[in-house]
């Protein structure tokens, strides 16, 4: 199994773009989780779905961030438009039994806003 | 807001120490787990230990629960430097997982 995959893996921009981030959960894997590192505030959770439905996006910071999961092999978190302070490391993990127990964790996208 | 807090923050040990980490959260538990993260790399789970359990072992990993403390303890026996990492707790809240704030734990060869 190839693991969770995310895409870009590095990603350099301008304050006030867009930014689009690609998470490819594991095959079988129902859930879904958007997370958001950074030195300050530590791993936080943005949101996270269940057979592709968002079920608690209490974390998403701001109307800036979305989130979608078209299908259960794909889901993207979006900034428009990006700020300095979104610069961070964002990790998509996926579980097979829900939120409460193991999670596979993507290699992340480091986001950097100029 | 984060539920586990890890102490101490940053560990430094030889090769063939053991490595202690807390971890002490603040609200009742279905279980605990512990992940691991190497620098530049995602988390990877490592251990679950439900509120039932006081102890579980995994190779050279020990995890202990103690839910009237409201703390568990990951212990690694014989360390290498192939477990220089940042090492999390995350407690389960209804359908997710709130990670505690991390150990670094450096082992010098």
């Known amino acids: 199994d190839a693991g969770v995959i995310q895409s870009p893996r590095h990603e350099v921009t301008e304050m006030g773009q867009e930014v689009t981030l690609r998470c490819k959960p594991i095959s079988g894997h129902n859930s879904l989780f958007w997370y958001r590192q950074t030195m300050m505030r530590g791993l936080e959770l943005l949101i996270y779905?269940?057979?592709?439905?968002?079920?608690?996006d209490s974390g998403m910071p701001e109307d800036r961030f979305s989130a979608k999961m078209p299908n259960a092999s794909f889901s993207t978190l979006k900034i428009q438009p990006s700020e300095p302070r979104d610069s961070a490391v964002y990790f998509c993990?996926?579980?097979?039994?829900?939120?409460?127990?193991?999670?596979?964790f993507g290699p992340g996208t480091r986001l950097t806003v100029l | 807001s984060q539920q586990g807090e890890e102490d101490p923050q940053a560990l430094s040990i030889q090769e063939g120490e053991n490595a202690t980490m807390n971890c002490s959260y603040k609200t009742s538990i279905n279980n605990l787990q512990w992940y691991r993260q190497n620098s530049g790399r995602g988390l990877v789970h490592l251990i679950l230990i439900r509120s039932n359990e006081r102890e579980k072992h995994s190779g050279r990993l020990r995890v202990t629960l103690d839910t009237s403390k409201k703390s568990s303890s990951l212990l690694i026996t014989a360390s290498r430097a192939a477990d220089t990492a940042s090492y999390f707790c995350?407690?389960?809240?209804?359908?997710?997982?709130?990670f505690g704030t991390g150990t670094r734990l450096q082992v010098f060869p």
């Open positions: 995350a407690t389960d809240q209804t359908d997710k997982l709130i």
């Open positions: 993990a996926s579980s097979s039994t829900g939120g409460r127990n193991e999670q596979f």
């Open positions: 779905f269940n057979n592709n439905v968002p079920i608690d």
